[in-house]
């Protein structure tokens, strides 16, 4: 009972919409509505990688044991992503209804994110070659770091460096699809192959972790309990599920929480 309840928490995305929830928080903490901004982002990542998974098994881009999961509970996950979406675009609407050019920015996100997942007169940005990590890195910067931060006007250029948190965070996902992508995608893994990537992921993660003790957005503690975690978080991950790695935005999270 407990594998299965583990099962459905990491396949249907509530450990990575956890994961995100706590991160917004950590870096959202000295706002008086981080948790509304923080909610919202939980329940867009939950319907948005969630209809992205339904839309692959349409297209036959699932490795078959995620996919007889997913058609197994297509219609609950169909019918909760939506409502997640509808929710997170009510609780964005609310926080952002007096910034229209914020408003205008969620929905550019929303487009570019429409486009990525699906098909739309032929024009799908997931498919552009080289350019998958990158979309993937701008829309959670914008919908987790720049939207919320230009609200409160706490907004700093240098908080663009988690740029480069999410797009490390892509290298993984890309090291589960890459016999199932199109080799014209030119994903990382696809590119410099997957012991070159994981090398790559480590490099980035690295990077970041200087760039946010120089930017003081975590303490040396922190650093060092992400640098003792990451090789088991990542361990396990390439052993069980890819999701996983995604432990390390609610590992973040907790470090911005407690500097």
């Known amino acids: 009972m407990t594998k299965k309840w583990l099962t459905i928490f990491i ?38 990688y969630n209809l992205n998974r339904l839309n692959k098994i349409k297209k036959n881009q699932l490795a078959n044991e995620m996919r007889f999961w997913y058609e197994q509970h297509s219609v609950i996950l169909g019918f909760t992503a939506k409502f997640s979406l509808f929710i997170a675009a009510l609780i964005y609407i609310y926080l952002l209804e007096k910034e229209t050019i914020l408003l ?9 994110t429409l486009l990525y997942i699906f098909s739309v007169r032929k024009i799908n940005l997931r498919q552009i070659p080289g350019t998958k990590a990158l979309w993937i890195s701008i829309i959670w910067t914008l919908i987790a770091v720049v939207i919320p931060n230009v609200n409160l006007h706490h907004f700093a250029w240098g908080e ?18 890459k016999l199932i992508d199109d080799s014209k995608m030119k994903t990382i893994p696809q590119l ?47 052993l069980f599920r890819y999701e996983l790695v995604d432990g390390i935005l609610l590992i973040l999270g907790v470090c911005y929480l407690i500097k």
Do not use: E, W
Request: glycine share 8%; hydrophobic share 65%.
């Open 11 to 48: 396949q249907s995305h509530l450990f990575l919409a956890v994961s995100a929830f706590i991160f917004s928080i950590g870096i959202l903490k000295r706002s008086d509505v981080a948790l509304h901004f923080s909610l919202a982002l939980a329940f867009a990542v939950f319907g948005v």
């Open 104 to 112: 205008l920015l969620l929905g550019a996100t929303g487009l570019i």
């Open 160 to 177: 663009l460096h988690y740029f480069i948190l999410f797009f490390a965070l892509t290298i993984p996902g890309d090291m589960r699809d």
């Open 192 to 238: 410099i192959g997957n012991r070159n990537a994981i090398l790559l992921f480590y490099f980035i993660i690295g990077l970041f972790l200087i760039l946010s003790f120089f930017l003081n957005s975590i303490s040396i503690i922190g650093i060092f309990a992400v640098i003792s975690l990451l090789p088991f978080l990542f361990s396990i991950c390439m």
